[in-house]
């Protein structure tokens, strides 16, 4: 069973910055693609964006493409989200998850993951 574990929200102002690790301490990411999601109160889970199992491949939805970054570090087992230029907008739980599953052309729908963090709040006010 891969455990995934989230860190790095906060507060931040807007125009700041974030940076959220996922994590599968004591398993390997190599097999998986990661895909973020979030989620704001009131709001339906929506999918930030992904990164294929070798880091090779990145897709993101229109709202954050240019100001969020997906990269992984499959030695460390951790991926990153990279989250620049935020926004109110942007306050949410973040969440991370791992699937097999084809992250480039396309990006997996939340169905997809098999495993999934306990998420992290990011909240961008002033």
């Known amino acids: 069973q891969l455990q995934l574990v989230e860190s790095g929200g906060g507060l931040v102002q807007p125009g700041g910055s974030l940076r959220l690790s996922c994590a599968a301490p004591?398993?390997?990411?190599?097999?998986?693609?990661i895909g973020w999601f979030r989620q704001a109160p009131g709001k339906e889970r929506e999918g930030v964006g992904c990164?294929?199992?070798?880091?090779?491949?990145?897709n993101y939805v229109d709202s954050v493409n240019g100001r969020f970054t997906i990269s992984r570090d499959n030695a460390k087992n951790t991926v990153y989200l990279q989250m620049n230029s935020l926004k109110p907008e942007d306050t949410a739980v973040y969440y991370c998850?791992?699937?097999?599953?084809?992250?480039?052309?396309?990006?997996?729908?939340?169905?997809?993951?098999?495993?999934w963090g306990q998420g992290t709040q990011v909240t961008v006010s002033s």
């Open positions: 990164i294929s199992s070798n880091g090779g491949s990145t």
């Open positions: 004591g398993s390997t990411l190599d097999y998986y693609a």
């Open positions: 998850a791992a699937g097999i599953v084809i992250c480039g052309w396309y990006r997996p729908a939340s169905s997809e993951y098999d495993y």
